[in-house]
């Protein structure tokens, strides 16, 4: 997952941003926008997370990719402020008062438990029809070791906390993660398809 540049970054947060204020206003996003980077085409998983001083307000993402990223990221960024089941929908009053994180995610590749490093990986588990997934930065900002991070992603997934040692699939992935105002990216990881559980706790 080659790093996006700074302009890419600042395209995707711009973007994320027109969508969030469209969703909540019940607006409909272009179907596609012109002109826009290769790298923001590529099939590519990626989450959106929304914060409202610092207080998670919604998430939710797409672990592998099944469509262009910038997409991808309208579409989460719309999700995020009116679709996630833990959070009521955000309001146009508060839109001034959110902050957009985005975290493009590579691929999850299949992982032993002594492989995964906290801080430089997210994790996505599952089990039958239970699937469950962290952002690499949710274990940082909880100060989780490797075995709280496995035993919080079972819980997450609706599993048995040691699911993760009998038998769940455990999937590593690392994440590109930046925001409004920081214009910073770390390298992490994330996994997956289309569902709520978001980045954070």
């Known amino acids: 997952m080659p790093p996006l540049t700074e302009e890419e970054r600042r395209i995707l947060l711009r973007l994320a941003r027109e969508a969030l204020e469209m969703g909540v206003r019940g607006g409909a996003l272009n179907e596609e926008i012109p002109s826009l980077p290769p790298a923001l085409l590529a099939l590519q998983g990626a ?29 989460c960024a719309v999700g995020a402020a009116i679709a996630d089941p833990r959070f009521s929908p955000i309001t146009p009053q508060e839109v001034p ?4 994180e985005i975290s493009v995610l590579s691929d999850p590749q299949v992982v032993a438990p002594e492989q995964i490093e906290v801080g430089k990986h997210g994790l996505f588990i599952s089990q039958g029809n239970r699937r469950g997934l962290l952002l690499p930065q949710v274990a940082v900002e909880w100060r989780w070791d490797r075995e709280e991070f496995l035993e919080q ?5 609706g599993l048995p906390e040691d699911a ?3 038998g ?30 978001a980045g954070a706790k």
């Open 153 to 157: 992603t079972c819980l997450k997934a």
């Open 164 to 166: 993760w040692r009998h």
């Open 47 to 75: 989450f959106v997370t929304l914060r409202k001083q610092d207080r998670l307000r919604g998430c939710i993402g797409h672990v592998r990719g099944d469509a262009p990223l910038y997409q991808t990221v309208r579409e």
């Open 168 to 197: 769940a699939a455990i999937e590593a992935f690392t994440a590109q993660v930046f925001g409004e105002d920081t214009g910073s990216a770390a390298s992490a990881s994330k996994t997956g398809n289309s569902f709520h559980p």
């Open 97 to 100: 008062s959110i902050h957009i």
